[in-house]
């Protein structure tokens, strides 16, 4: 069974910094495209960036520039920097793990940007 544990949301400011983590039970970390999506309220779920088991990346318009996404598959984990943090980005940010064929999702973990 595949479990996804975040952790590292909060409260900043604008302009402010975060590092989300994910990170993952089960062997399938490895071979797994992983990604983080997030969904602000009276929004659907949209993809912020992903990541495939080669460390190729790919990015929403929307954070280029700012967020960036890792894994270190030795702790089976996956993070999120995100910087520069607008008020727009403020949402709940789902870990997915997308292995043969069927998505894995974590249970969330809320940014808010607010001064």
């Known amino acids: 069974q595949v479990q996804l544990v975040e952790s590292g949301g909060g409260l900043v400011q604008p302009g402010g910094s975060l590092r989300l983590s994910c990170a993952a039970s089960g062997s399938i970390f490895s071979s797994a495209v992983m990604g983080w999506y997030r969904q602000a309220p009276g929004k659907q779920r949209e993809l912020v960036a992903n990541i495939n088991s080669g460390g190729s990346t790919n990015y929403a318009d929307s954070v280029k520039g700012r967020f960036t996404i890792s894994r270190d598959n030795a702790w089976n984990t996956v993070y999120l920097q995100a910087n520069s943090l607008k008020p727009e980005d403020t949402a709940v940010y789902y870990c997915?793990?997308?292995?043969?064929?069927?998505?894995?999702w974590g249970q969330g973990t809320q940014v808010t940007v607010s001064s």
């Open positions: 997915q793990a997308f292995w043969r064929g069927r998505p894995y």
